[in-house]
């Protein structure tokens, strides 16, 4: 056979010769190592072959090229010689019977952030029927798609604990961050843990929210917070920080608001810091049990203000009632629940025409009977809406407040869409200042994502009387007028009773004329103010001119009698006034093809 040469590959210096001459390796055994640019490369023998001699020696410097040794090509060496070759060459031998340092260095420090690593604390939280920040992100990613940022560090108090003792103690610094996927779409999470330092937000914990809130803005992704904890941690060291004030954290979230959508969830207590950032989302979760509060008890008796336990400042269900709540859950597992429903409805995603409820609704001939004959009967509004969007899509916001008008997310054929609906139960439907400032809010966030309206009205207006005024609804009703001046996303309205008044043209967008279509059910019935009221008022001499008694009260009668005629829908679409009146039981077939051609 012919004999053939080694080329050096590249200019270096030979650190070791790792086989001697006249021995037999096989393809792909070590020969040599080179050393180039504080680089070591290892060459292997490029076939079966035997080693005739060496051309250089370790230690000498060899250019690109340049002959290393001669070789010639024989069959597979013998055992002996490969066991031989390997053992000279040091590889090839049996695999380690551990994992390498570096690799087993790092699995112990990634072994320290699960909850498995503090059990006294994860059981300490399961006692109070609490879940750990790393459950309540399971229970809300999809499975395996979370990708931890800053997982490895801890709190900046190396001044103080150990760094052992910090790693153990403080893993993440107190906040789980990353990014993640719900229903295949990623998103940012970030959670804090409740059982390292109470939640506090501290020096790392701060940097890296920092971070996430950068990606989150740079790829326009949703962010969820969990965002129990008790604000601002003053025990931190390793930084020379008098008050903090100038982190970015809170403007940089508060400056996301806009421009993607941002969840809110809150677990038993969630004050200051973390509150300030909870307070900037679009929709606001929390547990019934939650207390959330700009100050907690410690920053009350600080400010001379007196001494409270937790419990007392800030009760979620007091909260939804002055309206600072979207929506009250059992726990954290329907919080997650919830999350993820309304993440793809923030985000305006239909679902895929194959997935479960997609297009299943009750039956819809019930609607035709939903509103009484009656025409001062009162009717619960919640079984017209479960009835005709989506099964089991509805989710109201905001229901422990402004109660006479109902906002909800919804689907309509796997369709996000946002519902607003009068309740006639509350205040007659009557438009007043805290229903105003939720309409106002609600309509922002749905034109802010993008999801078309709807809105069921039976509205006898805005509220009245001096009670009504001295709330200050003047300026909540303004504000509800330029909310939906400003709408340009679709907007289906349907007249279900009555439409009367500045309160109806309201839920109608500002106009009859404003929505895409505006639609009546045969029971409505239109007017510039409540029927009976214009009747009084318009035929005030008429009436007082009778005495009191039946003979007055069937003048009344018949003039009202004129007035309802007059503004049924039949005769305000006769006048285009409005665009159609339909069959109750085709409404969801007139707004799935109205909406799904927009």
């Not at 070759?85 to 260095?105: H, S």
């Not at 400032?437 to 309206?453: D, I, M, S």
């Not at 318009?538 to 007082?544: A, H």
């Not at 305000?572 to 039981?585: H, S, T």
Request: overall charge negative.
């Amino acid at each position: 056979m012919s004999k053939q040469t080694l080329e050096a590959p590249m200019t270096a210096q030979v650190l070791a010769c790792l086989a001697a001459a006249g021995q037999a390796l096989a393809k792909g055994q070590p020969l040599l190592v080179l050393e180039a640019m504080k680089m070591e490369h290892e060459l292997p023998a490029p076939a079966d072959l035997e080693l005739l001699e060496w051309l250089v020696a370790a230690g000498d410097w060899v250019r690109e090229g340049e002959p290393l040794l001669r070789w010639r090509a024989q069959a597979q060496p013998a055992a002996a010689d490969t066991a031989e070759a390997t053992e000279t060459a040091g590889v090839g031998a049996p695999a380690m019977a551990g994992p390498r340092a570096d690799l087993q260095a790092w699995r112990e420090r990634e072994a320290l952030l699960a909850d498995a690593a503090r059990p006294e604390a994860i059981a300490r939280r399961h006692a109070q029927g609490l879940r750990s920040a790393r459950e309540n992100l399971a229970a809300l990613c999809d499975p395996g798609s979370l990708r931890e940022y800053g997982g490895l560090a801890f709190a900046a108090q190396t001044a103080r604990r150990p760094v052992h003792e910090l790693r153990a103690q403080t893993p993440a610094d107190g906040i789980v961050t990353g990014l993640a996927e719900v229903q295949g779409r990623p998103l940012v999470v970030l959670a804090y843990d409740a059982t390292v330092l109470a939640g506090t937000q501290g020096l790392r914990n701060h940097q890296k929210t920092d971070r996430m809130l950068q990606i989150a803005a740079e790829r326009r992704l949703p962010v969820v917070l969990f965002a129990e904890g008790g604000g601002g941690r003053p025990g931190d060291t390793d930084m020379p920080v008098v008050a903090g004030l100038h982190v970015p954290t809170f403007a940089s979230f508060a400056r996301l608001a806009g421009q993607v959508p941002l969840i809110g969830i809150a677990a038993a207590r969630c004050f200051a810091g973390n509150a300030a950032l909870l307070a900037c989302c679009d929709l606001l979760l929390a547990t019934r049990s939650a207390n959330i509060g700009l100050g907690g008890p410690a920053m009350i008796e600080g400010g001379g203000l007196g001494r409270y336990a937790p419990e007392q400042v800030g009760p979620a269900p007091q909260l939804a009632a002055a309206g600072a709540l979207d929506l009250l859950v059992a726990d954290e597992a329907e919080a997650a629940a919830c999350a993820r429903q309304l993440l793809g409805w923030l985000q305006g995603r239909a679902l895929p025409a194959q997935a479960a409820q997609v297009g299943e609704a009750a039956d819809q001939l019930t609607l035709r009977a939903a509103v009484p004959e009656n025409r001062v009967r009162g009717y619960a509004i919640r079984p017209i809406l479960e009835t005709l969007f989506d099964r089991a899509s509805l989710i109201e916001l905001g229901a422990g407040h402004g109660a006479s008008v109902r906002t909800a997310a919804a689907r309509l054929d796997g369709r996000p869409v946002g519902v607003i609906a009068s309740d006639c139960s509350q205040l007659g439907g009557a438009v007043d200042g805290a229903a105003a400032r939720k309409l106002a809010r609600f309509l922002r966030l749905c034109q802010r994502q993008g999801l078309p309206l709807v809105a069921l009205i039976d509205c006898p207006g805005f509220m009245v009387g001096p009670e009504a005024e001295a709330s200050g609804q003047l300026r909540d009703v303004g504000e509800l007028f330029q909310a939906a001046a400003a709408l340009d996303v679709p907007l289906v309205s349907v007249v279900l009773r009555r439409a009367y008044g500045l309160g109806a043209m309201a839920l109608a967008g500002g106009s009859l004329h404003r929505p895409l279509a505006s639609l009546a059910w045969p029971s409505a019935e239109f007017g510039a103010m409540g029927l009976e009221g214009a009747v009084r008022l318009g035929y005030r001499k008429e009436l007082q001119a009778l005495p009191e008694g039946a003979e007055r009260e069937a003048l009344f009668e018949r003039l009202l009698a004129q007035q309802v005629e007059r503004g049924r829908a039949l005769h305000m679409a006769e006048m285009l006034e409005i665009d159609a009146v339909i069959d109750p039981a085709e409404t969801r077939a007139w707004l799935s093809q109205l909406l799904g051609k927009t």
